[in-house]
């Protein structure tokens, strides 16, 4: 919130000026009494000193500081003027109590003008820092509305690409599953035969690729209906984590996993999509490992969502394929489908989550995952 007060003055810089002010009125009061002998013009140049505490005072303390500086003036000068006007010409002591009066006005207008500039500093202060909140609200509301153009441009690909990759995925699936029938009883009939029960092994393998391949595909293309019930977070990290136990010892690869109280937030989201959401990002830190290595897992949390962090050894990301790593068949990998982080892209949107891929300083991903915790 802005803050439209002026600041507190040093107190130490105040005790300072009202010593300085009151020694500079006390030496000039002293030399005028002290002197009272000298020639009328000898007092009169001396008055016109008084004007330089009453300037000082009202820049420093505004209307107060101008107007009380030149009143105690006032109430040391009288006495000795008093004294004085035997010796003065009737247009003289017209000019002492001008000059007086003069000094009262001066103090005043001086510590009013003060304060005015005061004000107007203020206000072109104030009008900075709005001017300068707008800027950045501008600033944040133009890349939100980048950042939502950009999901609802992803959400079309996803849909039009969802669509197609249905009809061909269920247009494939049939011919393949007669191929496998077909390959089996061939291979039951050639039982004898190495050679071609070696090529029917492989042909099943593959028809058996093709199918989890196909799997993938229809699952990507037909989003199943969430089924929500409330879990911690820390279980869900823990299935997950089960799941690629075999993965990681088959690299030699250790993962790290730092408990902390977010594991004990509940969440309200499908389980078994979340569980794959986890399964899909430890899957590619381990690819994106190789061999050896450690990965880490930690929860995170920020206002209104939780959510887990995972940082891997690898290579990192290119810069140019940032963008694209969660468009629907985009990959980096020799036999990736491009489909893992579009479907972890999906889930979460419908969990109304979030992803956020980055690369670390030196080398490594690391790929936060958040979940509202209203669910």
């Known amino acids: 919130m802005l803050n439209n007060d002026p600041p507190e003055p040093n107190q130490a810089r105040v005790l300072f000026d009202l010593i300085a002010i009151g020694l500079v009125v006390a030496v000039l009061t002293i030399i005028h ?30 209307p107060a500081g101008g107007i009380i500086s030149s009143f105690i003036i006032t109430l040391l000068f009288i006495p000795l003027m008093w004294h004085m006007q035997g010796d003065l010409s009737p ?77 061909l995925a269920h247009e494939i699936r049939n011919p393949l599953g007669i191929m496998k029938v077909s390959i089996q009883m061939l291979a039951q009939e050639k039982c004898d035969d190495g050679v071609v029960s070696e090529y029917c092994r492989v042909l099943l393998e593959e028809c058996e690729r093709l199918n989890r391949l196909l799997s993938e595909f229809l699952s990507f293309a037909r989003p199943k209906e969430l089924v929500r019930e409330g879990i911690t977070l820390g279980k869900l990290l823990d299935e997950g984590v089960t799941l690629v136990q075999p993965a990681l010892r088959q690299n030699n690869i250790k993962l790290e996993q730092a408990r902390s109280q977010v594991d004990l937030q509940e969440v309200e989201v499908d389980p078994d999509q979340i569980k794959q959401v986890i399964l899909n990002i430890l899957l590619n830190a381990i690819d994106a490992q190789g061999e050896g290595g450690v990965i880490l897992l930690s929860g995170v949390q920020e206002e209104g969502f939780v959510g887990f962090a995972v940082s891997d050894e690898g290579p990192g990301i290119l810069p140019d394929a940032l963008p694209y790593i969660y468009d629907p068949f985009f990959t980096t990998k020799e036999t990736g489908t491009g489909l893992g982080l579009s479907v972890v892209h999906r889930i979460l949107d419908q969990h109304g989550g979030k992803i956020t891929t980055l690369n670390l300083n030196e080398r490594g991903v690391r790929v936060e995952i958040l979940l509202s915790k209203q669910g």
């Open 91 to 167: 247009a003289a002591k017209y000019t002492q109590w001008v000059e007086v009066g003069l000094i009262n006005v001066i103090g005043w207008l001086t510590g009013i003008l003060t304060e005015e500039e005061r004000k107007a500093k203020r206000k072109y202060k104030l009008a900075l820092m709005i001017q300068k909140e707008l800027v950045e609200k501008l600033k944040r509301e133009g890349q939100e509305r980048e950042r939502l153009e950009g999901e609802i441009r992803q959400t079309e690909r996803v849909t039009a690409l969802g669509h197609m990759s249905a009809g």
């Open 33 to 62: 009494y002290t002197n009272y002998h000298y020639e009328v013009d000898y007092h009169i140049l001396l008055q016109f000193a008084y004007y330089l505490p009453v300037i000082y005072a009202a820049m420093r303390f505004g």
